[in-house]
């Protein structure tokens, strides 16, 4: 019976290996944070994801599963990198949305999946008027949510951060230094628009400024925009009066001649 007894147990102990061999590993997270006019961030983090052989099954079932969570994802799948690192605690998360991506296969079985979150964050910058025209935008350090050190946060060993400021905006300060770009001219960041650090990098010092000038037609198109958005309403109701006022003169000039 004992020779019998060896496919048996050589079956169990594939399958224990196979168990051993299953698991997630989030191996990279790139957070892109572009900044608005309005002092909010629409950001987008990016998390790549391996997984083995034996947890590609896995993964696909939690994919097409619906009403999953962020938080039963962030359980399912055995990390904590799952969160908005982005987050401010005055102003709400909005637009959220998450898609995990579909597995690419690695010639041994492995697979790699990219897991996408999109969303806005309210009062990432703050936002002052210091000429016509022209505004600082200061941002907000107490919006990251990365990793704790004794020292304050920092970036996790296995990630980038990028901040992408509007188009024409120029750098007041900025540190630390990013990675990139590099400038030809130390300090000199004129021209660029997108700013990177990489893995590890320290933030509990980290300051960013720049300046805005507006011109002369979006200023006036702010003005505009600012005084609906605040008397909206009492706008609407004279439009509604005068235009009843004028076909009611109408009517009775037409009637009584």
Do not use: C
Not at 193 to 198: G, Q, R
Request: proline share 5%; net charge neutral.
């Amino acid at each position: 019976m004992r020779p019998l007894l060896i496919p048996f147990a050589l079956i169990i102990a594939s399958f224990l290996m196979l168990q051993a061999n299953a698991y997630f590993n989030v191996t990279y997270l790139n957070t892109t944070v572009i900044l608005q006019n309005d002092t909010s961030a629409h950001v987008r983090e990016v998390i790549t994801l391996f997984m083995s052989n034996s947890s590609v099954s896995q993964y696909l079932q939690y994919r097409q599963a619906i009403n999953l969570t962020l938080s039963n994802w962030d359980n399912a799948l055995g990390t904590n990198y799952l969160i908005e690192h982005i987050i401010n605690p005055e102003s709400n998360i909005s637009r959220f949305t998450f898609l995990p991506g579909p597995v690419m296969r690695n010639i041994n079985g492995s697979g790699i999946a990219y897991l996408t979150m999109d969303y806005y964050v309210g009062n990432v910058t703050t936002k002052r008027i210091i000429a016509p025209r022209k505004f600082e935008y200061t941002f907000n350090d107490k919006v990251f949510n990365f990793m704790h050190t004794a020292s304050g946060q920092a970036l996790y060993p296995n990630s980038r951060l990028n901040i992408i400021i509007p188009k024409g905006a120029q750098v007041v300060s900025i540190y630390p230094a990013p990675d990139s770009p590099t400038p030809s001219i130390p300090g000199n960041y004129t021209g660029y628009t997108e700013f990177s650090w990489y893995s590890g990098e320290p933030l509990s010092k980290f300051s960013f400024s720049y300046i805005i000038t507006e011109s002369l037609q979006q200023e006036v198109i702010n003005y505009f925009s600012n005084l609906f958005a605040k008397y909206g309403l009492i706008i609407y109701i004279l439009v509604i009066v005068i235009v009843v006022g004028a076909i009611a003169y109408l009517y009775i000039r037409l009637a009584f001649g």
